[in-house]
């Protein structure tokens, strides 16, 4: 569910029409629904709210401050992999012990980073990784609390490039080791064990992978109590999927009551880790119709907004709908949606049958929420775009529109080519 409907024709993004938006901010423009984000995260909370949980953000989706603040103050916490996750999940005010930190290359300073700040946790990748973090909180005189990722070798039946749970994957501890890496990780004295972690993907739309590997995460759980190790958090990752197109993804809710007998019980507190899923239909990508050109057997609709600001299509060949920010009769026509980046990869919908655009006229990308601005670039040079939340009526500015001079911000010229001797 989300707030961009039409009303009397018009795209509304909550109460406020998208036409305000483009002729205030300009486009490309990236729009958020505040009142969609609190829906999202409140879906999650309430579906675990009977069972002692953390919701945890995952920064890589979006990491714009102004949602990162949203989410903590509703009690969320954060999934990070990075350093500069980590500085952006604190500056939006998201208290350390609600931070998890995952991602398979955690560098020296970032984890010395993240002992400093007193996190909830560090998803282990590797046994070198474990044999690192114990080093660098030996050092800082400090225990280091950490989970073991868990690599299920489970199929998520999504886009193998956002697949992370088989085995051919980089991520995680081989299942078939785990038991041994637990043991290891027992008698670190730099290591408190705290937890398990797993998350075998990306858009994921059926509960079956899902819910395979978490029996198997806990069957782990009652090897390591037989060892005398016990896990506090049980940290289930994120992955689930949203609609695109046709797809009917589950609710948090059908997670939660296909968990609840899984756990039977124990005493645990369960970690999540959705990013796509608070997001994704909470956002939209506004862009202007640049030309028309007609090829051979197609239009091609050329925007503003290219691969640089949304690379999901060339990337994943992602679909995103496309609707007309004015709603009225029109004509259908084949047509390639491209923008005005130098590659023949620069497309946002891709053989389609879609409502012919006119030449001047404002288009909303659908469901761009999610690994939208956090993948974009300056590719070509070009600027990347503003974002801006609306909340009923009102609307904020919450990232400014790159200039041509942020582009040079942090280049320096030498003098050698500077006429200087």
């Given amino acids: ?63 714009n401050g102004a949602i990162l603040r949203i989410f903590g103050e509703m009690g969320g916490g954060a999934d990070i992999v990075s350093g500069g996750e980590l500085y ?47 080093r660098i909180a030996g050092e800082l005189g400090k225990k ?43 008698k670190l004295k730099n290591i408190s ?14 509960l079956a992978p899902f819910l395979d590997s978490l029996n198997r995460l806990v069957s782990l759980i009652d090897s390591l109590k037989e060892e005398g190790i016990g896990v506090k958090y049980l940290d289930i990752g994120g992955g689930l999927g949203i609609q695109y197109l046709d797809e009917i993804p589950p609710h948090p809710s059908e997670l939660a009551e296909k968990i609840m007998p899984i756990l039977n019980g124990r005493d645990i507190t369960v970690v999540m880790e959705p990013g796509r899923t608070l997001v994704g239909n909470a956002g939209i990508l506004l862009t202007k119709v640049l030309y028309i050109k007609k090829g051979h057997d197609r239009d091609f609709i050329i925007v503003d907004a290219g691969m640089n600001d949304l690379a999901r299509p060339a990337m994943y060949g992602a679909y995103h709908h496309i609707m007309p920010v004015y709603k009225r009769k029109r004509k259908q026509v084949f047509a390639d949606v491209v923008g005005p980046i130098c590659e023949s990869g620069d497309f946002l919908g ?69 006429g200087s001797k």
């Fill in 350 to 418: 891709k053989d389609r049958e879609i409502q012919a655009l006119a030449l001047g006229e404002y288009a909303a990308i659908m469901s761009a929420g999610a690994y939208g601005y956090s993948m974009s670039s300056n590719y070509n040079s070009r600027p990347r775009a503003a974002e801006v939340l609306v909340k009923g009526s009102e609307h904020y500015i919450v990232r400014e529109r790159e200039s041509f001079d942020d582009l040079l911000r942090h280049e320096i010229i030498p003098d050698f080519l500077n």
């Fill in 144 to 186: 280091a609390p950490v989970a073991l990722r868990v690599n299920p070798d489970i199929d998520p039946g999504t886009h193998p490039y956002i697949s992370t749970g088989l085995k051919q994957n980089k991520f995680g501890i081989p299942f078939e080791h785990a038991l041994e890496s637990y043991k290891q990780a027992n």
């Fill in 88 to 134: 952006r999940a604190r500056k939006a005010g998201i208290p350390p012990e609600r931070i998890v930190y995952a991602g398979v290359g955690k560098k020296d300073d970032e984890i010395r980073y993240a002992l400093s700040e007193g996190i909830l946790m560090f998803n282990v990748e590797s046994e070198q990784e474990l044999a690192n973090i114990d």
């Fill in 1 to 63: 569910m989300h707030y961009f409907t039409y009303k009397n024709s018009l795209l509304y993004a909550e109460e406020v029409p998208v036409s305000t938006l483009v002729e205030t901010y300009g486009t490309p423009l990236y729009v958020y629904s505040y009142n969609t984000l609190l829906r999202h995260f409140k879906a999650y909370d309430e579906s675990f709210k009977d069972y002692p949980h953390l919701v945890c953000f995952a920064l890589k989706a979006n990491s």
């Fill in 193 to 206: 064990v705290v937890g398990i972690h797993k998350h075998i993907g990306s858009q994921i739309i059926s």
